[in-house]
């Protein structure tokens, strides 16, 4: 059984986790480093334990009136939108295009009103699209643009729209470069930033024991990810009359259990700041362009079989790919049968409406996750392997002609 998911980190990473995690170091160094490596000296970047972290410290912050509204992709994972109401905030969703993952240019406007003070773009799937509809937005009537770019990092050629107030990235377990933990936002106001750093510095420090037993239960993880430990995974679940993807969304919750804000309002460790500046110092986005290029030539097999989220971005990286099919469970079970492990389950959802404004319910959003399946897709794979999980997705969908899977095509952006 080929896993769905491949951790973007290597064996020399992981020890290297470890031993920092015996330092006796504070972690400004690293921290610098970090710093250093993503706004090269511009004095923007703030590194910090998630994105959520990050987003619930601006808004503190911001200190924006209570009631003010965030416009919100409504595809993104439910944390963010609690975020943004824990803050007194009310949280809008903007209706996606499944062909580009984002909200049409002209929907941000129609959902934008006289409360609105901010709008948060979620770059999804690894695709990148522009922020032109918000800048306008922002020059018409002071709206703040945030970018989520926690799946679209794809290495030193990516480290956010210049155009933002403010990009967030990550580095969680499954993300790109992973540190598993970790995040890095860019904060272009200076005073905004200055009272962000002030708030953070109060914060208890996360444990180095906490973030080493993080390092040696992914190494577990990652060990299970080869394809004969997977298999026996999988037979032992159903051994045991337990789903495959309950015990994996149990073992990788970034937050479980207890009060989230407790657990968000920490600052990285040492051991994680020193993980995550080797991850990005180490990184030249070879792995990422790998993983572009055998995506477009999936892609491109199931144009016209089946909906592939993202296809008409204009940048797409395949940070995770996923199709939009009908009978989607059938699709599962087709792709388990066959020795690849396809799922339904994703940490995203759609963002509600606010009371009171049913108009505003992102139809087009929760339709497109009631049909998305993951695929497995990284680096790896093989044309061979490669083909036959186009065939099954085509003839699921009722395309009979087989897969035509030839040289490598150039990813998009």
Sequence with gaps: MLSRK????GWTDLLAGLAAATSRSDGAA?????????????????????VRTGLDLYLEALALPAQSEVLMSALTIPDMVRVVERHGLVAVPVDVDPGT???RPEAW???AGPRTRAAILAHLFGTRVPLDPLVELRQERGVLVLEDDAQAFTGPGWRGDPAADVSMFSFGPIKTATALQGAVLRVRDPAVRARMRALHAQYPRASQGEFARRVVKYAGLKALTWRPVYTTFVASCGWRGVGVDEVIQKTVRGFPG??????????PSPALLSLLARRLEHCDGSQAAERAQLGER?????AGAVLVPGSRAPVRTHWVFAVAVERPDELVARLREAGFDGTRVATMSAVPAPAGRPELEPREARALVARLVYLPLYPGLGAARAARLVDLVRRHAG???????????????
């Design 6 to 9: 491949r951790f973007d980190i």
């Design 30 to 50: 690293a921290a610098q480093r970090v710093e250093r490596w993503f706004d090269a000296g511009a004095g923007d970047a703030c590194a910090c334990l998630s």
């Design 101 to 103: 993952l984002a909200p």
């Design 109 to 111: 406007r129609r959902a």
């Design 258 to 267: 207890g009060d989230l804000f407790q657990k968000l309002r920490h600052r």
């Design 298 to 302: 999936i892609a491109s097999e199931l």
């Design 399 to 413: 395309a009979v002609a087989p897969s035509t899977l030839g040289p490598a095509a150039t990813p998009a952006g």
